[in-house]
C-alpha cells in the first residue's frame, strides 16, 4: 500500500512565478492536511480538505495560497506570485475517515526554493 | 505564549539510555495527543498517540498524558542509533469543534544517539 506521494520533491522558483505542489493521499483516504514547516520552526498547518470541499483554512496566508482536493485526482497547493519568504518544506498529510482525523500521515514534502 | 512549548534540545546519549521527551500546553481543548519522528529532509512518521490521559506503551516506546497538569511525556527504553532523530509531539481537540483537523505541533526535540 503506497503512502502519501507528494510532487515534485523539489522545485525552484523565482519570486513573481507560480508553485503548484501535488498530493495524493494514500488509497482509501479522504481527507487531506497541508503543513509547511519553515527552517528553525515546527509544523505548522495551513488547510484541510475533503473531497471538492474545503473543511479548515485557518492556517492559509489570506493572499496569495490557495488549496483545492477536486473529485477526481490530486490535492494541489497554489502559491501564487512567489516571495523568498515562501522558502519552506510543504508536507501533506491524509487520514482515512474522519473519526481518524487524529491519526494523519504524512509524505515525504516538498522542499520549494524561492530564488 | 506559544500553544505548545518543546525543549529543541540536541539531546545527545549514548545508546541503550533511557531518553525522556516532553512537551507541555496551555490549550484545554486538546484530547489528542501524538509523538512523530522526522528523519532528516523526511516527512514525519506518526509513532505514537493517545486520546486523553493515561500511558500507552508500544514496543520500545511509552507515551503519557497527564492533562492535569498539561504535560505530556515520550520515553524510548534501549535506545539505538537508529533512533536518531527530530521528535515533534502534536497535539488536536476533539471532533465537533471549529479545529479538530488542526494538528498543533511543538518546535520538535533533536535527539542523537551514539553507539
Known amino acids: 500500500n503506497a503512502g502519501v506521494m507528494q510532487n515534485p520533491r523539489h522545485l525552484v522558483r523565482r519570486r513573481g512565478q507560480e508553485a503548484r505542489l501535488r498530493c495524493s493521499p494514500m488509497k482509501g483516504h479522504s481527507h487531506v492536511y497541508w503543513y509547511r514547516q519553515l527552517p528553525e520552526e515546527g509544523l505548522k498547518f495551513m488547510v484541510y480538505?475533503?473531497?471538492?470541499?474545503?473543511?479548515?483554512e485557518s492556517g492559509m496566508p489570506k493572499e496569495r495560497f490557495s488549496a483545492e482536493f477536486p473529485k477526481e485526482g490530486p490535492s494541489i497547493l497554489r502559491i501564487q506570485q512567489v516571495v523568498r519568504g515562501d522558502s519552506a518544506a510543504y508536507f501533506c498529510?491524509?487520514?482515512?475517515?474522519?473519526?481518524?482525523?487524529?491519526?494523519?500521515?504524512f509524505g515525504p514534502g516538498t522542499r520549494l526554493t524561492v530564488l | 505564549q506559544k500553544e505548545v512549548e518543546q525543549d529543541p534540545g540536541p539531546l545527545s546519549v549514548p545508546e541503550g539510555a533511557i531518553v525522556s521527551l516532553n512537551c507541555t500546553y496551555s490549550n484545554s481543548a486538546f484530547q489528542y495527543f501524538m509523538w512523530y519522528r522526522q528523519y532528516s529532509r523526511k516527512g514525519p512518521e506518526l509513532l505514537m498517540y493517545t486520546y486523553s490521559s493515561g500511558n500507552k506503551e508500544d514496543g520500545r516506546f511509552t507515551a503519557q498524558v497527564d492533562k492535569s497538569s498539561k504535560y505530556i511525556s515520550l520515553f524510548i527504553r534501549d535506545s539505538q542509533p537508529s533512533d536518531s532523530a527530530t521528535y515533534l509531539c502534536?497535539?488536536?481537540?476533539?471532533?465537533?469543534?471549529?479545529?479538530?483537523?488542526?494538528?498543533?505541533f511543538g518546535q520538535g526535540t533533536i535527539l542523537t544517539v551514539h553507539p
Open positions: 480538505l475533503q473531497k471538492e470541499n474545503i473543511i479548515d
Open positions: 498529510a491524509s487520514s482515512p475517515l474522519q473519526s481518524s482525523y487524529n491519526e494523519q500521515f
Open positions: 502534536a497535539m488536536s481537540p476533539n471532533a465537533g469543534g471549529t479545529s479538530y483537523g488542526k494538528l498543533t
